[in-house]
C-alpha cells in the first residue's frame, strides 16, 4: 500500500497489542525496485511478478538508481508519522530486502524453488552479475540510508531467497556486496540487522559481513546458532 496512515497503523498494531521490545516497519521486500520505476505487480497466490525480467546485460542497464524521496515518499512518511507515535518509548526498524533476493525476483520474474535461471547468471555471466548486484546494492544502501534519516532507529537487510545458495556460492556472489552494504550503513550509528531465511548453513559467513545482529531463522536451535554467530557483542 501507498497509504503512509494505514501502513503506521499495522506497525503499530502488535506494539499496541503485545507490548513488542520493537516495531519493525511494514514495507514491502519488492520496494527497492518499486521505487526505480521497475514494473511489477503483486498478485494473490502468487507474490511479486516481474512484468518484464531481466537476464541480460543490456537488460540489467536499464536499471536505475534509486532516489528514495522521489521514489518512496509514502514509505520515508510512514517512518517519520511512526516516530511522531513511538516518540522514544518504542525503536523502530527500518526494512529492505537485501540484494541476493531482488535479483531473483528480477531474474527468475517470480518466486522460484531452485533458482536456475538466477544461478545461470551468477556462473556463466558474472560480469552480468556483478553490474547487477551492485546496482541493487546502490539501491537497498540509499533506501535504508533514507530511511536512517527518516527517523527509523535500527535498519534490517532481510534475504528471503539467499538459504538456496551453498555456503561457497554465498561467499563468492553475495557476501562482497552484502559487506558493501553494511560498510556504508556502519557511519550512520545505527544497529544494522543481517536476517536470512534457512540460512543455518550459512551464519558463519553472514557474521562476518560486518552486521551488528545476525537473526537466526527457526530451522537451526537458538544455542547452536549462538555457537556459529558467537558470542561476541558488536
Known amino acids: 500500500t501507498k497509504r503512509p496512515e494505514v501502513c503506521t497503523e499495522?506497525?503499530?498494531?502488535?506494539?499496541?497489542r503485545l507490548g513488542v521490545d520493537a516495531a519493525i516497519l511494514f514495507a514491502d521486500i519488492m520496494h527497492p525496485l518499486i521505487g526505480a520505476g521497475v514494473p511489477l505487480d503483486i498478485v494473490d497466490g502468487v507474490g511479486p511478478v516481474i512484468e518484464t525480467p531481466v537476464r541480460t546485460a543490456a537488460?540489467?542497464?536499464?536499471?536505475?538508481?534509486l532516489d528514495p524521496e522521489a521514489?518512496?515518499?509514502?514509505?520515508?512518511?510512514?517512518?517519520r508519522m511512526l516516530k511522531a507515535e513511538l516518540a522514544d518509548r518504542t525503536p523502530l526498524i527500518g526494512f529492505a530486502g537485501a540484494p541476493f533476493t531482488l535479483a531473483a525476483?528480477?531474474?527468475?520474474?517470480?518466486?522460484?524453488?531452485?533458482?536456475l535461471r538466477t544461478?545461470?547468471?551468477?556462473?556463466?555471466?558474472?560480469d552480468t552479475w556483478?553490474?547487477?548486484?551492485?546496482r541493487l546494492s546502490d539501491m537497498v544502501i540509499?533506501?535504508?540510508?533514507?530511511?536512517?534519516a527518516a527517523g527509523a532507529d535500527a535498519l534490517q537487510l532481510c534475504e528471503s531467497w539467499v538459504g538456496a545458495l551453498s555456503r561457497n556460492d554465498y561467499v563468492r556472489y553475495v557476501q562482497p556486496y552484502t559487506q558493501r552494504i553494511f560498510t556504508a550503513l556502519a557511519p550512520l550509528g545505527a544497529p544494522l540487522i543481517h536476517f536470512g531465511v534457512n540460512t543455518a548453513a550459512l551464519l558463519d559467513a553472514m557474521a562476518t559481513d560486518g552486521g551488528t545482529i545476525i537473526g537466526a531463522d527457526w530451522r537451526i536451535p537458538l544455542d547452536r546458532a549462538w555457537d556459529v554467530i558467537g558470542h561476541e557483542e558488536g
Request: net charge positive; no cysteine; charged share 20%.
Open 59 to 65: 537488460a540489467v542497464r536499464t536499471l536505475r538508481p
Open 130 to 134: 556483478h553490474d547487477l548486484m551492485t
Open 71 to 79: 521514489g518512496l515518499p509514502y514509505v520515508l512518511d510512514t517512518i
Open 119 to 126: 544461478k545461470t547468471m551468477m556462473y556463466s555471466a558474472p
Open 142 to 148: 540509499a533506501f535504508l540510508t533514507a530511511q536512517r
Open 105 to 115: 525476483y528480477l531474474i527468475e520474474g517470480r518466486a522460484s524453488r531452485e533458482f
Open 10 to 16: 499495522v506497525t503499530l498494531q502488535p506494539v499496541r
